[in-house]
């Protein structure tokens, strides 16, 4: 597991180093537990601290990993976790692998626009040519098709809703 043998670590680090550098704290999801293992060791190589919470993780643990990224104990969170959970002040969120069902990506997204505050927050997604670029490429394509089939109808009736009117 080192940059050669996975060249999206090579994008990581450089992601880390110029976007991120001056992030206090940074949560990257990543989908399966033996990438946020290897994730971790490697991110520990290059300096950073981290911890990885997963559904393996004990629920005292759980709560010991929350606080201490809340506290700025450790700067990265590794994690796959996308409900019920709030990580903080933290406004960078690096997609290292990514769902291709969009609403369980939005939802890992709000670990980091729960205050609806939404200036200052950088969402990044890495991906990989090949096969994972096509997965990314066909979920955008369908997201963007339906946002403008969503967007030729009446919006006034969905603005009187969330106005209240």
Known sequence: FNSENVPKLGSLNEL??????????????????EAQKSLSEWLKTKGYSNRVLNGDTDNVSR??????????????????????????????CIFYSFDPNPSKMIQFEGRITRSFDIVGKNVF??????????????????????????????????MDILLGE
């Open 16 to 33: 880390l180093k110029n976007e991120c550098a001056d992030a206090e704290t940074i949560i990257i999801f990543s989908h399966f537990k």
């Open 63 to 92: 709560q010991e990993i929350i606080k201490g990224f809340k506290n700025k104990e450790f700067r990265v969170l590794i994690t796959n976790v996308q409900r019920g959970l709030n990580f903080g002040d933290c406004n960078h």
């Open 125 to 158: 997604i890495l991906c990989s040519l090949g096969e994972e670029y096509k997965k990314l490429n066909e979920v955008v394509r369908q997201r963007a098709k339906a946002t403008a089939q969503f967007t030729n109808t009446d919006l006034s009736v969905i």
